[in-house]
């Protein structure tokens, strides 16, 4: 077995199951997904460690359990369209991706979007990587069986909820008082909306607008740019 995927097994072991997260669907994802792709060289020996990771532009690789929790908490049926809001390594996306998820993920960062399409279209994921504002969702794919916010939010956008199929989930790390999160899940019923509370946590901050590196000069407009 190569040795990524033993320290991985052990990453499962000791920081996700006994946190309680049980979807083998997750684990199995967790299990084959090489961490070490989505982190800088210098800190390969780190990756499975048991927190967030720099990835460069101030940002990061959320932590492994932070990642299987908000993906249990989607609920996920099989082969749904999900939208990640936040891409940065790529991480979440290709956990998603692995999972049979048709993934569309939004990054405001252009270089960061870039290296995340890059990396994923290189590891074998079909995962459109759209460069833009993530507050405004990706309407052109939309509906979506789910949306997953992994930057810390200071409200909910409508937009979120508006691409949301009936009978799919939101999570969202909201803000609750500067420097701490706390996942919300709403569910979009026919009735209405059904929100619930799960832990608290600290995400980088969801931003307005796009980043500015020389990237989003070179194309069409945010929001229209997709890796397939
Ligand atoms: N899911 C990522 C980690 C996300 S870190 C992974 O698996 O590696 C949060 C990311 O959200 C950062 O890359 C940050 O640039 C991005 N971000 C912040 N505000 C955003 C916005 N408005 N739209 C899209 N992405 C945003």
Redesign the pocket.
């Given at each position: 077995m190569k040795p990524w995927r033993e320290r991985a097994r052990r990453m499962i072991e000791t920081q996700i199951r006994p946190r309680g997260i049980r979807d083998t669907r997750i684990l199995a994802a967790l299990e084959r997904v090489d961490r070490t792709e989505?982190v800088p060289e210098d800190l390969a020996p780190l990756a499975d460690a048991d927190g967030p990771l720099p990835?460069g532009?101030g940002?990061?690789?959320?932590q492994p359990y932070m990642?299987a929790l908000m993906t249990e908490l989607l609920a996920l049926p099989e082969r749904t369209r999900v939208l990640?809001?936040?891409?940065?390594?790529?991480?979440?996306?290709a956990i998603l991706a692995e999972m049979g998820m048709e993934v569309v993920s939004?990054?405001?960062?252009g270089s960061?979007a870039r290296a995340a399409r890059e990396r994923l279209a290189r590891l074998g994921y079909r995962v459109s990587v759209v460069h833009g504002?993530?507050?405004l969702g990706v309407p052109e794919m939309a509906p979506y069986g789910a949306v997953l916010v992994?930057?810390g939010a200071p409200r909910v956008e409508r937009a979120w909820t508006d691409q949301l199929s009936e009978g799919g989930r939101l999570v969202v790390p909201l803000v609750i008082q500067p420097g701490l999160e706390r996942l919300l899940v709403r569910l979009k019923t026919p009735a209405g909306f059904q929100d619930s509370w799960s832990e608290y946590c600290r995400?980088?901050p969801?931003?307005?607008g796009t980043?500015n590196d020389s990237y989003e000069h070179d194309g069409p407009p945010p929001g229209s740019r997709f890796s397939k």
């Open positions: 989505f990835i532009e940002q990061t690789v959320s990642v990640e809001i936040g891409t940065g390594s790529g991480y979440q996306a939004v990054e405001r960062i960061l504002d993530g507050r992994t930057a995400f980088v969801l931003l307005p980043g």
